[in-house]
């Protein structure tokens, strides 16, 4: 990997850690639990590994994000996820932030094009 | 499947022990569910070397379990600068401190001898790295109190935090030399070449071959010796050179080295002019002497007359030309402050 490549990979993860919060807790207005999760996400073309995801769900729920609950389906205990009523106060809040900040990424590539 | 339970073992044991289990379970339902997909859409179970591609592609077992960790720091980027900061200044005076003890304990015994002031050096890098150790421990267990009592820890921010716009340094620029400033390893450096100097120095009068090499011996066996005010130029020189390092790690520990002030220049220079007024103003410039005047006189006389003048001649050129360049710089100095003061009007 060249270092151009090596800087541009930093910046990318850079640039998803945030809005991957931002889909999960989008995607977490309905209940998943991990592994349906990832697929929901890939399946709307964002593919996230298992090792960012799953820690992803525990931070969010340790922040009161999320609320979870283990429960049985298809003969398996899984842990169930949701948006918490702080999460989609918060999550209210970060859209907002991410579509002004589209909105003026947007303008600004648009005036200097 | 037997690889998955040995994959999911493996991961539990770098977690932390309070949540594996949980961990474990949830990760072992989610990786069994994607197995089932997987399976379902080949309609057969995976091969050895398929199970063995996919436990690769989920990560190694310490990886996978180190994204479940918070993020641990011995000294974290909140405290780092304060650290820093204390870490320069504690191994600076542990140095000053360390060399005024060592020099009293050397002296208090009389003249210093050279495997003192050795042995002192050489015990001066355990000090530093005891001191380094203790500072990053007191500030590895302040990183560990603020993680885990969640504080805002305000007095902990670096000092260049509690600062004012009017506190802050007169704007400094060389437009005539260009140069650059003064980094901070070329200050520190310039400190420890004037210690080691010091010690150098300090070695001399009980191992003068540091100094004269091979000379050393001749002059052991020849008639000379060198005059007491010899002794008199040398510790001026010793003194001059103390002064000259106080003055370096002040400037370090006052964060002044880029650029450092002319007037601390212009008196280096000044009285950089002592030791040499010493030797010029001995009396019949005797500043070497014979070893046994009443033998000797009459056969060295004519050549110790020699060196003495020759002494004093080079004593005195270098004299000429420490003080004219002492003038031109005092001259430079007093035209920059009237042109300061020309331009304020």
Known sequence: MTATDNIFENLRLELRRGCLTLAVLAQLRQEYYGYTLRKALADLGLEIDESTLYPLLRRLEAQGLLASEWREEEKRNKRFYRLSADGEQIFGQLLEEWQAINASINATINNTL | ?345
């Open chain 2, 1 to 345: 499947m037997d690889l998955l339970d040995r994959y999911l073992q493996a991961v539990k044991k770098h977690l932390p022990w309070q949540r594996q289990d949980d961990i474990i379970a949830e990760l072992k339902a989610n990786l069994e569910s994607q197995l089932e997909d997987k399976e379902a859409e080949l309609g057969r179970p995976l091969t050895a070397l398929e199970a063995d591609e996919w436990i690769k592609q989920l990560g190694s077992p310490i990886q996978v379990a180190a994204a479940y960790q918070p993020q641990r720091y011995l000294i974290g980027p909140a405290i780092f600068p304060t650290y820093w900061y204390v870490l320069r200044l504690a191994t600076l005076w542990c140095t000053v401190i360390y060399s005024i003890v060592s020099a009293v304990q050397i002296f208090s015994g009389g003249i210093a001898n050279g495997n003192e002031v050795l042995e002192a050096v050489l015990r001066l890098p355990g000090a530093l790295i005891t001191t380094v150790a203790w500072v990053t421990l007191i500030f590895a267990v302040i990183e560990y109190g603020i993680t885990h009592s969640q504080t805002k820890w305000v007095p902990m921010v670096p000092p260049a935090v509690a600062w004012s716009p009017g506190n802050l340094p007169s704007f400094v620029k060389d437009p005539v030399t260009g140069k650059k400033p003064r980094s901070f390893a070329q200050a520190v450096a310039e400190a420890v070449v004037e210690f080691f100097l010091l010690v150098w120095l300090l070695l001399i009068p009980g191992h003068p071959w540091v100094l004269l090499g091979p000379g050393a011996l001749y002059l052991q066996g020849s008639p000379f010796q060198l005059g007491p005010v010899f002794m008199q130029f040398f510790w001026c020189v010793v003194a001059l050179s103390v002064f000259q390092l106080g003055w370096r790690c002040l400037d370090l520990a006052r964060g002044t080295w880029q650029n450092p002030r002319q007037a601390q220049k212009n008196v280096m220079q000044v009285v950089g002019l002592i030791p040499l007024v010493l030797l010029l103003t001995v009396p019949n410039h005797a500043a070497v002497v014979l070893k046994h005047p009443a033998l000797d006189q009459v056969r060295y006389g004519v050549t110790l007359n020699t060196i003495n003048q020759g002494i004093y001649r080079v004593a005195l050129i270098i004299f000429v030309i420490a003080l004219i360049q002492t003038i031109v710089d005092f001259v430079k100095l007093g035209i920059s402050a009237y042109r300061k003061r020309v331009g304020a009007i």
